[in-house]
T-cell receptor
C-alpha cells in the first residue's frame, strides 16, 4: 500500500520550542517537498529535495530546516526562529527530479501544528 | 509576485450545473498545468493535468481548457455534485527550465449546493 505518511496529524508545542514533523514515502520517489498552507494563502513552498543528501530553499524557508539522509524520509524542523509557525504542513513527492511534465506531485495527509 | 493566480476565492454552484474554475499565469515558460482538489485537514489530491501542446484534456466530468495566448486555463466540472465541494488549486511547471517545483495558486473554494 504505497503512499506518503505524515505524523502526527495534530501537534501542539509551546512557543520557543523546536519541533520536527515527519514525512515518509514508500513510492520510491526521488523528489520530496514541504509546503505550508495558511487560510487564503494557498500552498507555499518551504524546502524541497531532488535527491538524497541535497535540498534547496523554497519561497519561505526562514525559520525551518530539513534533512534528506534517506530517500524515503524528509523531516522538517520548525525552529523557534519561525515567527508564525501555527499552520497546516503538507509533504509531497514526485518520481522525477523536476516536479514537472508527467511527474504528478502526490501529497501526504498533512500535519496541523499549533504553537501555544 | 504571483506567477499563478486564481482570482476567485470562492464559487457557489447548484447541483447538476456546470462549475468553471479559472486560473491565470504570468510565466511564459510554464508548459505543464495541473489541478488539485483539497478537502479540509487533508492533503491535496491530483485531479487532472494538461500539457501546453494541447488545448483541452477531458476525464469524466472534469475538463481542463488551456488558452496559451491568454495565459489562462480553466477547469470545468459538469454536472457538479455536492461531493465536489472543496478547494481547488491550479499549479504550473516549467519543465524545460531545469528542476523547478510546481507553482501553486491560492485556490478557489467551490461549494455545490444541493
Amino acid at each position: 500500500d504505497g503512499g506518503i505518511t505524515q505524523s502526527p496529524k495534530y501537534l501542539f508545542r509551546k512557543e520557543g520550542q523546536n519541533v520536527t514533523l515527519s514525512c515518509e514515502q514508500n513510492l520510491n520517489h526521488d523528489a520530496m517537498y514541504w509546503y505550508r498552507q495558511d487560510p487564503g494563502q494557498g500552498l507555499r513552498l518551504i524546502y524541497y529535495s531532488q535527491i538524497v543528501n541535497d535540498f534547496q530553499k523554497g519561497d519561505i524557508a526562514e525559520g525551518y530546516s530539513v534533512s534528506r539522509e534517506k530517500k524515503e524520509s524528509f523531516p522538517l524542523t520548525v525552529t523557534s526562529a519561525q515567527k508564525n509557525p501555527t499552520a497546516f504542513y503538507l509533504c509531497a513527492s514526485t518520481s522525477g527530479g523536476t516536479g514537472g511534465y508527467a511527474d504528478t506531485q502526490y501529497f501526504g495527509p498533512g500535519t496541523r501544528l499549533t504553537v501555544l | 509576485d504571483q506567477q499563478v493566480k486564481q482570482n476567485s476565492p470562492s464559487l457557489s454552484v447548484q447541483e447538476g450545473r456546470i462549475s468553471i474554475l479559472n486560473c491565470d499565469y504570468t510565466n511564459s515558460m510554464f508548459d505543464y498545468f495541473l489541478w488539485y482538489k483539497k478537502y479540509p485537514a487533508e492533503g491535496p489530491t491530483f485531479l487532472i493535468s494538461i500539457s501546453s501542446i494541447k488545448d483541452k484534456n477531458e476525464d469524466g466530468r472534469f475538463t481542463v481548457f488551456l488558452n496559451k495566448s491568454a495565459k489562462h486555463l480553466s477547469l470545468h466540472i459538469v454536472p457538479s455534485q455536492p461531493g465536489d465541494s472543496a478547494v481547488y488549486f491550479c499549479a504550473a511547471s516549467a519543465t524545460n527550465s531545469g528542476n523547478t517545483p510546481l507553482v501553486f495558486g491560492k485556490g478557489t473554494r467551490l461549494s455545490v449546493i444541493a
